[in-house]
């Protein structure tokens, strides 16, 4: 086995470790003399909250044991050492809104929640970088930076973290202009599974110095490291922001609306897709906005626009006509602040609105969130809504249509859980026969494991998990996330 390049799972050990009790007790004991009573909890209500999301309900049984509360990198440093040293499984948490479950404790254990550490360091503002520990949000983040006209673009779901935005990979609504999160970490400081701390570079915006640790890191949904520091790259912050809402009779035409944009010479920041059912949703959301807006139920583009005023009202011309070329049944655009914020805070908003349409609390949230080429995007969309129609299940889908990922969301009752993850499966495997991926941005978490070997390959997989091993030997840092072990 260890003159291998890759690790199948057919010869690999699975990993046992020790949640015994009496170690469990032990290693309780030595996090209060390390991090003080208040900074260790064991409640059960603290430990329950702390695995699973809204958007990605956790088994009973997969609750952790321990959590702790560490503020700086040699606390992490210290329960990680103390972790492997007595093999007891570790999960980290930031924000908790994943939607696929790599925050689940699957195997128990302790949970490091990072919500002290959430400082923002120093900001070089001639570099344009800045430095942030994990449980910084993007939102507050953009909110220190925005009298110095700066500006952090990753955008994903409100109370997002920066430590599960690096872990996750994650992009959102300013991806078409911006690109994603690897494109915004210049460094990392990174503690691994026996307590050892990586700072994977320096500051400079390029280097070629030896292996690429910080995009190892990125995306590696905390299987490999705990991240408990990041210089981020920034920009200047857009300018006379505009924003728009065409609505459409069909999805196609949408879509061929957003393409005959994206082809053009204008670069927006952000093209985004909703579907009937969304907007559905958006309306039955209390308290979205201070006046109650009634949106018109039809697909519909939510778009930004940004630039000097002649930069800014060709776009809007250009994305006009594209849209009325293409039978668009209304557009509207906008520059006011008030609008700015109320429509893009409806988008923004889809996720909460969602889960309101659960009838009753058990009911399940199954998402997917697929990406294909943009002119595929459509016959996705398209193909998912004809099978939950005719199954009669409620099932949303909202794309970043700019860089073709479509969300696909099924509310439906435990009952019909099989019915619904078969049609998710369906949307993975068309994104694969579409050229796609399974994952845009949410991750492979616990879900889509055994998608991922169709997207990649064995041997894809099987070099992930030797190098899994080869930085984590005892499996401890959330075990069975992406791959089986």
């Given at each position: 086995m260890e003159d291998?390049?890759?690790?199948?799972?057919?010869?690999?050990?699975?990993?046992?470790?020790?949640?015994?009790?009496?170690?469990?007790?032990?290693?309780?004991?030595?996090?209060?003399?390390?991090?003080?009573?208040?900074?260790?909890?064991?409640?059960?209500?603290?430990?329950?909250?702390?695995?699973?999301?809204?958007?990605?309900?956790?088994?009973?049984?997969?609750?952790p044991d321990i959590v702790v509360y560490p503020n700086s990198t040699e606390q992490v440093s210290d329960i990680l050492?103390?972790?492997?040293?007595?093999?007891?499984?570790?999960?980290?948490?930031?924000?908790?809104?994943?939607?696929?479950?790599?925050?689940?404790?699957?195997?128990?254990?302790?949970?490091?929640?990072?919500k002290r550490m959430n400082n923002i360091g120093v900001l070089h503002e001639d570099d344009m970088d800045i430095t942030v520990q994990p449980a910084v949000g993007w939102?507050?983040?953009?909110?220190?930076?925005?009298?110095?006209?700066?500006?952090?673009?990753?955008?994903?779901?409100?109370g997002a973290k920066i430590g599960g935005m690096i872990a996750m990979s994650c992009s959102g609504t300013n991806a078409y202009r911006y690109g994603t999160m690897k494109d915004w970490v210049i460094s990392l400081t990174v503690v691994l599974a026996d307590g050892s701390v990586v700072k994977t570079r320096n500051r400079p915006?390029?280097?070629?110095?030896?292996?690429?640790?910080?995009?190892?890191?990125?995306?590696?949904?905390?299987?490999?490291?705990?991240?408990?520091?990041?210089?981020?790259?920034?920009?200047?912050?857009?300018?006379?922001?505009?924003?728009?809402?065409?609505?459409?009779?069909?999805?196609?035409?949408?879509?061929?609306?957003?393409?005959?944009?994206?082809?053009?010479?204008?670069?927006l920041d952000a093209i985004e897709f909703v579907d009937k059912q969304s907007?559905?949703?958006?309306?039955?959301?209390?308290?979205?906005?201070?006046?109650?807006?009634?949106?018109?139920e039809a697909p519909t583009l939510f778009l930004k626009f940004s630039g000097n005023d002649m930069v800014a009202e060709a776009q809007v011309n250009a994305v006009k006509d594209a849209a009325e070329e293409n039978g668009c049944i209304e557009f509207r655009s906008s520059s006011s602040q008030q609008d700015i914020t109320k429509w893009w805070g409806a988008r923004?908003?889809?996720?909460?609105?969602?889960?309101?349409?659960?009838?009753?609390?058990?009911?399940?949230?199954?998402t997917a969130d697929a990406a294909v080429p943009i002119s595929r995007l459509a016959e996705i969309i398209d193909d998912t809504h004809?099978?939950?129609?005719?199954?009669?299940?409620?099932?949303?889908?909202?794309?970043?249509?700019?860089?073709?990922?479509?969300?696909?969301?099924?509310?439906?009752?435990?009952?019909?859980?099989?019915?619904?993850?078969?049609?998710?499966?369906?949307?993975?495997?068309?994104?694969?026969?579409?050229?796609?991926t399974v994952t845009g941005e949410h991750g492979v978490g616990l879900h889509v494991k055994d998608m991922l070997v169709q997207e990649v390959g064995h041997a894809g997989v099987d070099m992930m998990r030797k190098i899994k091993l080869a930085l984590d030997p005892k499996a401890i840092l959330n075990c069975d996330k992406i791959f089986h072990l």
């Open positions: 291998r390049s890759t690790l199948s799972l057919a010869i690999g050990q699975s990993p046992v470790h020790d949640t015994s009790p009496t170690n469990l007790a032990d290693i309780h004991d030595k996090f209060v003399a390390l991090l003080g009573q208040d900074n260790v909890s064991t409640d059960s209500d603290a430990c329950q909250s702390h695995s699973g999301s809204p958007w990605s309900r956790a088994l009973p049984t997969q609750v050492q103390r972790c492997c040293s007595q093999n007891v499984p570790v999960y980290a948490y930031c924000g908790g809104t994943g939607l696929g479950g790599a925050n689940v404790c699957t195997r128990r254990g302790v949970c490091v929640d990072l939102q507050e983040l953009n909110v220190f930076l925005s009298d110095k006209g700066l500006f952090f673009p990753p955008d994903p779901a409100p915006r390029k280097s070629s110095a030896g292996y690429d640790l910080t995009h190892l890191i990125i995306g590696s949904e905390g299987t490999l490291g705990i991240v408990t520091e990041a210089v981020l790259r920034l920009t200047r912050a857009p300018q006379n922001v505009h924003v728009g809402i065409a609505t459409f009779s069909t999805t196609s035409a949408a879509a061929n609306a957003a393409i005959t944009v994206i082809k053009s010479e204008h670069y907007i559905v949703a958006l309306n039955r959301l209390e308290g979205l906005n201070d006046t109650k807006t009634i949106w018109q923004k908003a889809i996720a909460k609105a969602l889960i309101g349409m659960k009838e009753t609390p058990n009911d399940l949230f199954i004809h099978a939950t129609e005719r199954l009669g299940l409620f099932c949303s889908t909202v794309g970043h249509i700019g860089d073709g990922n479509v969300h696909t969301a099924i509310i439906c009752p435990e009952d019909k859980r099989d019915i619904a993850e078969k049609i998710i499966e369906r949307v993975q495997h068309k994104a694969l026969e579409l050229e796609g």
